[in-house]
C-alpha cells in the first residue's frame, strides 16, 4: 500500500485458514485489553483500518451502541469474506459496515471524509513500507478534535524464558523478514512520532502487555499464537534464506517444549498511542 503503488506492502503471513484461526486466537488474548485503552463514548463513529475479521470491529460497535456508527475496512478479501460470516454467525451482520479496501486509499464517500470520531488501527503500520501514508489518511478521516489511534508491534521487546532452543536464530530470521519486505518490525516504537509528524496533538502512548506465564488462563493461546506467527512466516524465511528448514523446525519444536515447562514466561507489550486532530 503506497500513494505511487511503487512499494506495495505485503502481509507476511497470509491468509490461510491457519492464518485465520490464529488471528482469531489474537482476538480472543487482546480485545478486552485494547478495548479499555480506546476509551470509546456512546454515539461514537468509528473507522477501523485493516479490520481483518472483524472480532475487534464488532465489539468497538457494541461499545459505541446503537447510536453509534462503525466501518471496517480490510484489503483482504478472504479476510473480509470470513468476517463477514462471522458477524452473520452471531446475529450481528448489520452492526458494522464492512468494506473492502486499501488503507492507503480507503473507501470512503466525499461526504465521509473528516467526520469520523476516531480512526483505529491495530497491527497494520508493521506491514507497510510507509507508515506514515496510512496515518495521514487516518487523520484526513477524523473530525476537527477526532482521535487517531494506532497499536503495533516492537519486535525488539520480546524476552521468552527459559530462552528454547533455537529461538534466537528463528525470531532474527522472522524479524529480517519483515526488514526484506521493506516493512519495519519496530514501528511501534515510533508511534508517537507518527503521530507528531502528522500534525496530531495531546498525544499519549502507552502498552497493552502481551505476555503471560505458565498457570495463567491464557497462556497457551499465547505460546500458540506464537508458534503460529513464526510457523506462518516459513515461507519468507526460506524465500528470503535467511534460515533452512532445519533450523526453523528446530525453534518450532524448542517452543512447543518451552510451552510445557511449568516455569515458562513471555514479555512484551504492544505499543500504542493516540493523538488529537486540531480544532
Known sequence: MNDDRSDPSEYIHGSSPEEQHRLSLLNDILNESCLKELQLRPGEKVLDFGCGLGQFTRLIART????????????????????????????????????????????????????????HARFLLEHLPRPELAIAQMVRAVRPGGRVFVIDDDHGDFRPWPEPEGFQALWQAYVRSYEMMGNDPYVGRRLVSLLREAGLTAIRNGGVFFGGCAGNERFQAIADNLIGALAGAR???????????????????????????????LWYSACFAEGTAPE
Request: net charge negative.
Open 64 to 119: 459505541v451502541g446503537g447510536k453509534g456508527q462503525v466501518v471496517g475496512i480490510e484489503r483482504d478479501r478472504d479476510q473480509i469474506a470470513q468476517a463477514k460470516r462471522l458477524a452473520d454467525g452471531t446475529g450481528e451482520p448489520e452492526l458494522v459496515t464492512f468494506r473492502i479496501g486499501d488503507a492507503l486509499d480507503p473507501p470512503l464517500t466525499g461526504a465521509e471524509w473528516g467526520t469520523f470520531d476516531m480512526a
Open 235 to 265: 515461507e519468507a524465511m526460506l524465500a528470503g534464506g535467511l534460515l533452512d528448514e532445519g533450523s526453523i523446525q528446530t525453534g518450532l519444536e524448542g517452543l512447543r517444549q518451552w510451552k510445557a515447562d511449568p516455569s515458562a514466561a
